[in-house]
């Protein structure tokens, strides 16, 4: 079986990552993905909101925002388990 639409592909791939990362920065996902910082944001922000990723620690540096590192909750992991034998 194959995944034919693309935000749900991308949204599997990002929770795939941040499973294999975690914990995760903002930056390491960026970068592993090959994508801007504005989609990076918009896909952490969207799994935050649905429950799919959790904030795991927070560590102030010398920018204005603080570092967060990010892990799948068990919401998200379920969900690849749905689709595990699925085909991105």
């Known amino acids: 079986m194959v995944v034919r639409n693309p935000g749900l592909r991308t949204l599997l791939s990002f929770l795939r990552l941040v499973g294999e990362k975690a914990p995760a920065t903002f930056t390491q996902l960026s970068k592993e993905r090959r994508r801007a910082y504005g ?38 992991s379920q969900l690849l388990k749905l689709f595990e034998g699925v085909e991105p």
Not at 51 to 73: A, C, E, F, M, W
């Open 39 to 76: 989609m990076v944001g918009s896909y952490i922000g969207f799994c935050l909101r649905k429950g799919l990723i959790r904030v795991v620690n927070v560590t102030h540096t010398r920018g204005p925002r603080p570092s967060k590192q990010y892990d799948l909750t068990e919401r998200g």
